[in-house]
């Protein structure tokens, strides 16, 4: 049996974190996502670690090929056998090309890239809507989360505010981002026949039905 490996595409805002949550659970899969992946490094301060941390300090960009064997590190663990879901990795096309030479090396292979599709302006609706409180840091949401009363923490009575990278204009700078990068991947991907689109909008339970239909028909292939 091959590991049923997938990489999870989609935009900030597009419910990816939850996709993969429910991948994970239903179809005992190991979450492998850049942001735990970091987190790890720096934590433990491994080589690579703390050289991704010289970059940070100074305000740089951490090179692609870092983080590429941060992620080799990771997928080279027996953990993962059975397969990943791959979460904020690969974002450009070079990290593309740098995965598929890890996983050939370990032997490995994809086996789908779901790729959850939101339209922009749904986007912009969904993180323009978020607001945290200064105090707890308590997330909020003022049509699907709203506190009791307006612009106040139910927990703890702080102020609700909305995060600089929420606001609209910053949100469609984000996505403008997001589509260039994506784009390409979604290319190189689909040149390998493992591109499955899926319609990331209407009820949650239904989206999270389409991921798992995919994922287990490419299980099958
Ligand atoms: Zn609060």
């Given at each position: 049996m091959t590991a049923l490996n997938i990489i999870l595409l989609g935009a900030p805002g597009s419910g990816k974190g939850t996709q993969a949550e429910q991948l994970c659970k239903q179809l005992e899969l190991v979450h492998v996502s850049t942001g735990d992946i970091f987190r790890e490094n720096l934590k433990n301060k491994t080589e690579l670690g703390q050289l991704a941390q010289t970059y940070m300090n100074e305000g740089k960009l951490v090179p692609d090929d870092v983080t590429a064997n941060m992620v080799r590190d990771r997928l080279a663990k027996p953990d993962v056998q059975k397969g990943f879901v791959l979460d904020g990795f690969p974002r450009t096309l070079p990290q593309a090309e740098s995965l598929t030479d890890i996983l050939n090396k370990l032997n490995s292979q994809i086996k789908a890239v779901i790729y959850i599709k939101v339209a922009d302006e749904e986007i912009v609706s969904r993180l323009s809507g978020r607001r945290i409180c200064r105090s707890c840091q308590k997330p909020y949401h003022v049509i699907f989360s709203p506190a009791a009363?307006?612009?106040?923490?139910?927990?703890?009575?702080g102020e609700l505010y909305q995060r600089d990278d929420d606001n609209p204009t910053t949100v469609r700078a984000r996505l403008t981002t997001y589509h260039q990068q994506t784009s390409p991947l979604v290319e190189y991907y689909t040149k390998a026949g493992l591109v499955v689109e899926i319609?990331?909008?209407?009820?949650v339970a239904e989206v999270i039905d389409r991921t798992l239909t995919a994922a287990r028909q490419a299980a099958a292939k």
């Amino acid at each position: 049996m091959t590991a049923l490996n997938i990489i999870l595409l989609g935009a900030p805002g597009s419910g990816k974190g939850t996709q993969a949550e429910q991948l994970c659970k239903q179809l005992e899969l190991v979450h492998v996502s850049t942001g735990d992946i970091f987190r790890e490094n720096l934590k433990n301060k491994t080589e690579l670690g703390q050289l991704a941390q010289t970059y940070m300090n100074e305000g740089k960009l951490v090179p692609d090929d870092v983080t590429a064997n941060m992620v080799r590190d990771r997928l080279a663990k027996p953990d993962v056998q059975k397969g990943f879901v791959l979460d904020g990795f690969p974002r450009t096309l070079p990290q593309a090309e740098s995965l598929t030479d890890i996983l050939n090396k370990l032997n490995s292979q994809i086996k789908a890239v779901i790729y959850i599709k939101v339209a922009d302006e749904e986007i912009v609706s969904r993180l323009s809507g978020r607001r945290i409180c200064r105090s707890c840091q308590k997330p909020y949401h003022v049509i699907f989360s709203p506190a009791a009363k307006e612009g106040v923490c139910d927990t703890c009575g702080g102020e609700l505010y909305q995060r600089d990278d929420d606001n609209p204009t910053t949100v469609r700078a984000r996505l403008t981002t997001y589509h260039q990068q994506t784009s390409p991947l979604v290319e190189y991907y689909t040149k390998a026949g493992l591109v499955v689109e899926i319609e990331g909008q209407g009820p949650v339970a239904e989206v999270i039905d389409r991921t798992l239909t995919a994922a287990r028909q490419a299980a099958a292939k």
